[in-house]
């Protein structure tokens, strides 16, 4: 499997959160399709000062790159534009 790190930020305009918001039930079960075939590790909502969320982190794994591009293409967060700034880099879960 080849193991990914998410690092998105979403908008600053003045509906981003409100997008997150009537996005998120989308996002939440494609996350629960991603953990019910081993694809999802691990990830969840980053917090600004105020606990409110503006961004997510996730680690998710596909056997191959092909896989991973066809589920990036269909991610709610990409799709309605929640996430705005988003890093994709190769990540390895240390085994411990």
Not at 2 to 15: L, N, P, S
Not at 25 to 32: D, I, Y
Not at 48 to 67: A, L, R, Y
């Amino acid at each position: 499997m080849i193991q990914y790190v998410i690092i998105a930020k979403d908008g600053t305009d003045e509906g981003a959160h409100d997008r997150r918001m009537e996005v998120r039930p989308s996002h939440l079960e494609g996350l629960k399709v991603l953990k019910a075939s081993n694809n999802f590790i691990s990830g969840g909502a980053t917090l600004d000062e105020n606990g409110k969320m503006n961004g997510s982190v996730m680690i998710i794994q596909f056997e191959t790159q092909d896989e991973f591009d066809a589920w990036y293409k269909t991610e709610p967060y990409i799709t309605q534009k929640v996430w705005q700034d988003v890093h994709v880099r190769p990540f390895r879960v240390a085994m411990v």
